[in-house]
Each structure stands twice: as structure tokens, then as C-alpha cells.
């Protein structure tokens, strides 16, 4: 921690949240699942989901972008398809709810998914399938953002940062868990390092004209870069499609930030899908959740990490010790809490 | 055309193709399912799943990797679930045996797996993904193949090549399909490259110390590099995840190639889910089908390529003109035809 950090413990950051997010008209159940999502993520260290989100969130609602006091309604579709509306609210209550007779859906069916329509959308989609896998289910997320990217051999932003994630159980510790930006990094990546006034890598971003840039002001009014080429940008097409017509809901590009600087509604939708291995396996499963250690234990064995093992380790950490942010942050929080 | 290739009508590379298979054991039915996906790839121009994969079944079925003869087995697992055992045939067969009842299931429940198990796997993904696109579906593939892939961070093998494979029906054109390998490349790039005597890019492969290289030969006895960094890598995993352990099958380095250069069944699984999207749109399928068209305009206006866009030319180049091949696959086939 240095002099631009204040340490708070989950239990003052948990109240913050709340506050900031009830005094600027969210409803108590909105605020509690936006809480939860944001405070994860600051336990485990993902900065640019954690509380920094909340200024988001918070000025979002000022620019009618979100309705804060939504109540999210189910859409039984198929027996393996069931729909919430988040009916302009946040996604986030949107999942809570209707995630147990998602479960249900998955545990009779053996595959099911969840559309997650016409949501403000801000968050990591990790939270939501290791949520998913505690309950022994194998899930999968994606969600399309605003056109911040562009498709591979293009020049202007066409597609999402259009995260991916992932989750596995695992019998004896946390899910094996992936979640990441089909960009080659997360647009809140570039965001934190304009407010830290540091440039970025090359490879990243493309400016205004289609040229590669490390200015990230000249990369936010430009276009992101896909990762990993043509396949990163063919996987972020998938994501745009399955979250987006496969589910009734918007692509990247009908969406627009509610920022002020442009028209059109932040809504767009989530796709997830859940599978229970029961269904696959029936008295197999152990066995075969014993197989997949092989795996990890191979990889985690020549050196090399599991994608969700860094967080699990801040996780500890924070549960211990509190959360640190930066003190701008924190009086950013405290104006939006005790407007004057 | 050069002067160390030939030109095949597609009828009688077909024909070849078959008494290729036929002469060396394989039933009516098996020869057939593997020279429809091996002509597919060929007319496609896609030569790493061309007719030089003939080659591989004939290695394969000396050494006793593969059951020429076998008749694949259907088990219903659950409403959504449906495993076909390949008794350790081809896959090919195998998926086309269980592709009309997982349509249905994917008809009847709007999203189903299709675990095909205890397979010979050598082929494209895209022939499959595509079939059921044709059928209106959304279908995603993916298989383990043996391991040749280091993980991100690592330094050997342990992971296979792992493609993943996309399909979206569009109303007015062939369907939009993606498969890539989840390595840098396809592990047949290469072999090609091997047999032709070229060297391979750098940052395809790592040799057998971990160092990298440029020798094919060093990079088949190394390992290959996933694509994209830590985040093909993570794709990989649960390409292995998904296709192995949760379908009751091996993962990657739990198979080794039927080459004589090592023991163990060439055999493992293939994960395919296919949704509907009538299930999740009901009347509105057509108008979303449309919205997704926006999204590809918007990726071929900016002058970049769909996935499949070359694919498409080259099948219509082939359905005129027929197929080339190097002369020196055809002599080789033409010997296992007419064994002396």
C-alpha cells in the first residue's frame, strides 16, 4: 500500500457499495447483487471490475442508462432454454434471480441455458459460473460490450471486448475458472492506465485513423485489437451472435455507452450455459473430476499457472486482510455517497 | 497446377478415396463417412484434412488404432444429452449415425449435446458444425487430439491441438463456420511442412529442450504453442474439459497416435451442442437472422474476411474444375488402392 491507497475491510467496502449505490436510486435488491459482483471482484484483485465500477454504475443511472429499481422477470422458453428480462436494469439481479431454476433446468435437462435480455451490463462473468460450479455444474458465459474492436484485418470498431469465461468443479478446492476479453485486453484495462496517465503496450489498440497506438486516449476513441488474431476475432463473432440474435438481444454495435456522448441504450444481453455432469456421467462423476486434476496437476507441474489461481490468492488475502484501493477512488465514493 | 501435382474429378477422387479405405479393411459405411469429411476438406482446399489424411487411416488401421469395421451405438443420457459410443471406429460414422436423433433432441429441448466417444479422430470439425447450421441449427464442436500443445507458461507437451468450430445458419448463403486449432497451428501445417522440406514461422513451437524453433522435425518431437498466450491456452483446457473428462473420455495426453512409435488406443471424444433458435425466438428467427447479417456487412465493408470466405471460393473452384493434390500423394494412394 502506498500514500495513494486507503485499505478498507470487506465489511466498510460491503456498506460503501450499498450506500453509494442506494443513495443514487438503486433499490435495495439492485444494490445488494451490484454490491456482491463488485465486491468480488475487488477481493480477488480485478481492479478494473471491482468498486471503480461503482462511478460507472452511478453515472449511468444519471444519463438514464440503467433503471435502478428494475425487477427482472422469467421467460420459461424450452425445457432447455429459460429468458430473464432485466427489463433495463442491471444484469446482475437479472442472473440472481432466475439462477435456481436455471440449476433446475440444468439438472434435468443436462444442458441448459440462460438468456440474460435487455441488461445494463458492466461486469465480470466470472462471479456468475463459479457460482455455477460450486453448485457442481460446468458453465460458460459471454456477453457482448459497446463496438470497441475491430474484426481482424479491419480497421474500425466493430465488435465487443466480448468476454468468455468458464468453470469447472473441482472436488477439493475452488472451481477452475477462466474469464477473458476476446480484445487483446480488457477495455477497463486501457481506461485504468488513462487515469494513471501511463501509456500502453503496443499491439493493443488502433487510433481514430485505423494506425496502431499506445496513447490509451487515442485507443478509446479508437479501436481495440482482438487477441490472437483471426480466431480471437472469430470467437468474439461467436459471442456477438449466441448473446446477441440467438437470444433476442442487441450486437456490440446497436449498443451505446449512456455516457452523454451518445444516443442509444446500453442494453444488450448474456448467454450462458450450464451442463451437469450427472447427467453425463451419472455414478462416474468423482472418477472423472478426478481425471481433470490430471490435468491441472500437468500444467500447474511444469510451472505454469492455472488461469484463476492469482485470484484465489488475492481472495485469501483480502478475506484476511481488507481491500486496498486508491484514495481517489475512495473519496470519488464518498462524494457520491454524502452529495452535498 | 505445377508439374509435381495431378487433377482429380471430384468423382473419381471420391472413388479413389473409398477403394483407398475399402482395400484396407474398412466397412462400406466406415470408408464412406471418412471420404465424405476427407473429400469435403479437399474440394475445400483445406489439404491438412485433405486426401492426405488417407494416408493416416491406412497407418492407422495396420497398427490396430482403429476398428475399420465398427458399428457405432447410441445411449440416450438425458433430454438434452446424447452419446454415441464409435467402439472404436471413426468418428465420422459415429456422428452421422446420432445426427438426426441429437436434431431432434436439439429440436425437442432448444440446446443438446452430442457426446461422440471411443473415436478414431483425425478430421476437420467444420463438415459437422456445418450440417447442422444447414439444418437451421447453431452447433459448436470441439475434440482433444493427442498432446502436442504446451500449456501457457510451460515447456512440454501436454495439451492437444484442440480445435473448436462454430456454425450459424444464414438465410441467403452458406452458413458462417469457424474451426481452428487452438495451437498456433494446425499440427498438420506442420507435417506439411515437414514433408515439404520448409522451415516453419517462428513462435509455432518450442523444441524437445523447450527452446524454440523453426525444424518441423524438432517441433513434432517438441511442442506446439497455443494461440493468443495464456487465453488460447485456457480455451484449450476446456476444450479438453469439455470433450474428455465431462463426456467420459480421455483427455489429450491420456491417447497416443496408432504409429507404432508408442503404445497406448489413438481413441477420445468429441463434444457437440447444437441449439435452435427457434427454442429461443420462436417467429422471430427470421428478423434475427437478419441482425446477425448486419454484423457480418459491417466485418466484409471494412474489407476484412468472414472465416470461411475462402473456404466457400475454393468449394466452388473444386465443384467446377475438380481438385489438385501433389503427385506424390496420388502415387501413394494409388499403391494402397492396388497393393502389389
Redesign the interface.
Known amino acids: 500500500m502506498n500514500d495513494h491507497q486507503t485499505r478498507l475491510s470487506l465489511e466498510d467496502a460491503w456498506t460503501l457499495s450499498i450506500d453509494v449505490l442506494e443513495q443514487n436510486g438503486f433499490s435495495q435488491d439492485q444494490a445488494a447483487a451490484i454490491a456482491r459482483s463488485v465486491m468480488a471482484a475487488q477481493r480477488d484483485e480485478c481492479h478494473s471490475h471491482g468498486m471503480y465500477r461503482l462511478l460507472d454504475c452511478v453515472r449511468t443511472v444519471r444519463y438514464g442508462g440503467v433503471e435502478p429499481r428494475a425487477v427482472p422477470e422469467i421467460h420459461e422458453?424450452?425445457?432447455?432454454?429459460i429468458?430473464v428480462d432485466a427489463r433495463g436494469g442491471c444484469s446482475l439481479l437479472a442472473f440472481e434471480t432466475a439462477r435456481e431454476p436455471f440449476i433446475e433446468k440444468a439438472r434435468?435437462?443436462?444442458?441448459?441455458?440462460l438468456?440474460v435480455k435487455n441488461a445494463f451490463h458492466f461486469s465480470a462473468l466470472w462471479p456468475e459460473v463459479e457460482s455455477l460450479a460450486n453448485q457442481g455444474l460446468?458453465a460458460?458465459a459471454m456477453t457482448p460490450s459497446h463496438a470497441y474492436v475491430?474484426?481482424?484485418?479491419?480497421?474500425?470498431p466493430?465488435l465487443g471486448t466480448n468476454p468468455i469465461a468458464?468453470a469447472?468443479p473441482r472436488p477439493e478446492s475452488e472451481p477452475?475458472v477462466?474469464d477473458?476479453a476476446?480484445s487483446v485486453v480488457a477495455r477497463g484495462e486501457v481506461e485504468l492506465h488513462r487515469r494513471a496517465g501511463e501509456s500502453i503496450p503496443e499491439g493493443w489498440a488502433l487510433d481514430e485513423t485505423g494506425q496502431p497506438t499506445t496513447d490509451p486516449s487515442a485507443a478509446l476513441a479508437g479501436a481495440l485489437l482482438p487477441?490472437?488474431?483471426?480466431?480471437?476475432?472469430?470467437?468474439s463473432?461467436?459471442i456477438?451472435?449466441?448473446a446477441?440474435?440467438?437470444?433476442?438481444d442487441r450486437?456490440g454495435?446497436q449498443t451505446r455507452p449512456a455516457d452523454g456522448s451518445d444516443e442509444g441504450a446500453p442494453q444488450h444481453g448474456e448467454f450462458i450455459?450450464a451442463?451437469?455432469?450427472h447427467?453425463?456421467?451419472g455414478t462416474?462423476v468423482a472418477t472423472?473430476?478426478q481425471?481433470?486434476e490430471?490435468?491441472f496437476e500437468?500444467?500447474t507441474a511444469?510451472?505454469?499457472?492455472l488461469?484463476s489461481q492469482r485470484r484465489y490468492g488475492a481472495r485469501k488475502r483480502s478475506q484476511a486482510e481488507g481491500v486496498i484501493i486508491p484514495q481517489k477512488l475512495h473519496d470519488e465514493l464518498v462524494k457520491l455517497r454524502d452529495p452535498s
Chains 1, 2 share one sequence.
Open positions: 422458453k424450452a425445457p432447455g432454454v429468458s434435468a435437462t443436462g444442458v441448459a441455458v438468456a460446468v460458460l475491430a474484426p481482424a484485418g479491419g480497421h474500425s466493430l468458464f469447472w477452475f477462466f477473458f476476446t487477441f490472437g488474431g483471426h480466431k480471437g476475432a472469430a470467437l463473432i461467436m456477438e451472435l449466441l446477441g440474435p440467438l437470444i433476442g450486437l454495435h450455459l451442463m451437469d455432469p447427467a453425463f456421467l462416474g472423472r473430476l481425471q481433470a490430471a490435468l500437468g500444467i511444469q510451472g505454469a499457472r488461469p
